[in-house]
């Protein structure tokens, strides 16, 4: 026993070790009056200078700790004593490769509008009205949908970002100059939302073979615009800001959309889960689902497995079961198996920061004045976000996200990781998709 084990156990039995809780314990300090340090014996650590000095080696707190909980494990009123404090190691986790991520993010614009581009190829624009006067002839809409999303992406108010649109013009990525207004108002026609719905899956389908695990919710982004109404009851106006709801299915792995409804902002979570689940199955492969407990009803566990898949969803502390069918085998099988369930569940945190990607970069707020148009630009900022992990995948994953891109996007890719070919190195487990 060394002198740290001594002292140690001195202090457990002369000192008062108050337990507090998430099973944190207040040691005093035998030179210091007044002062306590916090002992956690699960990591273990201690906020003593000596534990900090000494690289996490256990100090007399630690040992100390440790006395009292072996005293109080004896249910026969006798005391044990150990001389023994099993160290465990705190869990790391790896590290991002750094020279990817910023090859990543400092070659994102170019390649962001070269996707975009592609993606927008394929928009069909509507055939002309006829009448007998002229006019104007219509801008393409793959050229409008394109500078929305574009202006979306920058950030900018649409008079500021005129710069950027015919810089994009110069490259060829539109065929004709753009007003600013006419930007915003493809934004505010319904023919617009199918079409960004459309770009949102067709932009996630490169990572079709990385993502088969997905998570739900849903999260709202508020407006430039109030509503404004009187209180009857307590004969006063009142306001509040307007605001818009998206109901997201994502994946765990790449954080990529795959499919997006917004409906009205007060519409409930677990009826969107169905329709969701069915639009991704259309052009993904869904084996599991995780959903918080908005999402757990029998409805949506069947309809999970309807595509071949299971829902992993938190279960009420009301919750019996008696629901039956699959809603009673998925409860059992919480029930039992607790640990290897919310190793399942706990995959939702990545619609957390998939939301917290979206709304960092993106923006948590939309500029448009109206339903619709605030509906339009939330998809278009989805349509971004999709676009971005497809970038970072170019890098991080290698060449095999290469797969399904545009060739200008290949080539390109390409040049920058020879360039990189040191600090970026592709491995042939990285090629794996």
Not at 319 to 341: C, D, I, P, R, V
Request: charged share 25%; aromatic share 8%.
């Amino acid at each position: 026993m060394d002198a740290r084990q001594q002292r140690g156990m001195v202090i457990a039995a002369t000192c008062k070790i108050e337990k507090q809780p998430r099973n944190r314990y207040l040691v005093p300090s035998q030179s210091k009056k007044g002062v306590r340090y916090v002992v956690e014996p699960q990591y273990p650590c201690c906020d003593c200078p000596d534990f900090q000095d000494r690289d996490g080696t256990p100090c007399k707190h630690l040992y100390a700790v440790q006395y009292v909980i072996e005293r109080e494990k004896n249910a026969d009123g006798t005391t044990t004593e150990t001389e023994t404090l099993t160290v465990v190691k705190k869990k790391t986790y790896a590290q991002p490769s750094w020279e990817k991520y910023n090859l990543a993010q400092t070659t994102e614009k170019r390649y962001f509008l070269a996707l975009l581009a592609d993606l927008c190829k394929a928009i069909p624009t509507p055939a002309p009205k006829g009448g007998k006067k002229g006019g104007r002839p219509a801008i393409p809409m793959a050229d409008s949908v394109f500078a929305a999303c574009f202006k979306v992406f920058s950030g900018y108010s649409a008079r500021r970002f005129t710069c950027d649109l015919e810089t994009a013009k110069e490259a060829g990525y539109v065929s004709r100059p753009i007003h600013f207004n006419s930007v915003l108002n493809v934004l505010d026609t319904d023919a617009a939302t199918p079409i960004l719905l459309d770009l949102i899956t067709r932009s996630a389908l490169p990572l079709k073979e990385v993502e088969t695990e997905w998570a739900v919710d849903s999260s709202g982004f508020s407006g430039s615009r109030f509503i404004r109404w009187f209180d009857k009851k307590y004969g006063q106006p009142r306001k509040e800001v307007a605001w818009t709801k998206a109901h997201v299915l994502c994946g765990t792995r790449t954080n990529i959309i795959a499919a997006v409804s917004i409906l009205e902002d007060k519409a409930a979570d677990g009826p969107q889960l169905p329709g969701l689940v069915k639009q991704t199955a259309e052009s993904f492969t869904v084996k599991e689902v995780s959903a918080d407990k908005a999402y757990t009803s029998r409805a949506n566990f069947e309809a999970v497995d309807a595509v071949g898949g299971k829902l992993f969803a938190a279960f009420k502390t009301t919750a019996t079961g008696g629901a039956g069918g699959l809603y009673q085998k998925m409860y059992h099988y919480f029930s039992l198996n607790k640990e290897e369930y919310l190793n399942h569940y706990h995959r939702r945190s990545m619609i957390e920061s998939t939301f917290s990607m979206v709304k960092r970069v993106l923006g948590d707020s939309v500029r448009a004045k109206t339903d619709l148009a605030m509906k339009n630009e939330v998809l278009a900022k989805f349509v971004c976000h999709n676009i971005r992990c497809v970038v970072s995948a170019i890098h991080e994953r290698g060449a095999g996200a290469l797969l399904g891109l545009p060739e200008s996007v290949q080539v390109a890719a390409a040049t920058d990781m020879h360039k990189n070919l040191r600090s970026c190195t592709i491995t042939s487990s990285e090629i794996e998709v």
